[in-house]
């Protein structure tokens, strides 16, 4: 895609959003504080052709929590995060030393969202019935922006979630957000789903 198509793309997804975090700079990314980019490729690109953004989440180097929220991708030094919340997606993307890390997460594999506020950051969580993934927001974002990404994805969710057949780093059974090692819990079982704790 040329740097022309990059940009009127953006700018007609921009336009098309219902909320104002999604905007020409993200998508296209070309924000000022990032002169080389947040990413390796805009973000715009990564989405499919009849895929628009409703919401725009960004962070410099939190990057995104993977099983639970210590266990995160982080961006390298001159990159960043930035996470779109579609119509049939989240759509992760963590700028790497070389390239741009892609983690998504359909609708339909989603069991639970919510979101966390902290001192430092906030956080946007997506659960699938195995799966944690926190994406990290600045302390400085606002609530709604929050509330109102979680209820669009909570309206888009099946009542019963698919999980995902991925190997990102997140398929891990925790319990309170931490890992769950099988020897320091012999009544855990890893086998299936009812034997979650997050999932009973």
Known sequence: MTDQR???????????????????GVLADQEGVFPDGRLHDPPVTYLENTEAPAYALTNRKRGVGL?????????????????LVTGRRTLCLVGQA????????????????????????HRFVLRTPRRG?????????????????????????????EEMTVDDGAN????????VSPE??????????????ETT
């Open 6 to 24: 990059v940009l009127d793309r953006a700018m007609t997804l921009a336009e098309m959003a219902p909320h104002r975090s999604v905007t020409v």
């Open 67 to 83: 099983g639970t929220k210590r266990n995160t991708t982080t961006p390298a030094d001159d990159r960043g995060t930035v996470v």
């Open 98 to 121: 070389t390239d741009d890390e892609l983690i998504e997460i359909p609708h339909e594999s989603v069991a639970e969202v919510s979101t966390h506020r902290g001192l430092l950051a």
């Open 133 to 161: 993934y926190h994406c990290w927001v600045p302390r400085g974002t606002e609530r709604s922006l929050l509330e109102s990404a979680a209820e669009f994805v909570r309206d888009r969710v099946g009542e019963t979630p």
């Open 172 to 179: 891990r059974l925790t319990y309170r957000g931490q890992p």
């Open 184 to 197: 320091n819990h012999p009544g855990v079982s890893t086998g299936s789903a009812q034997d979650d704790p």
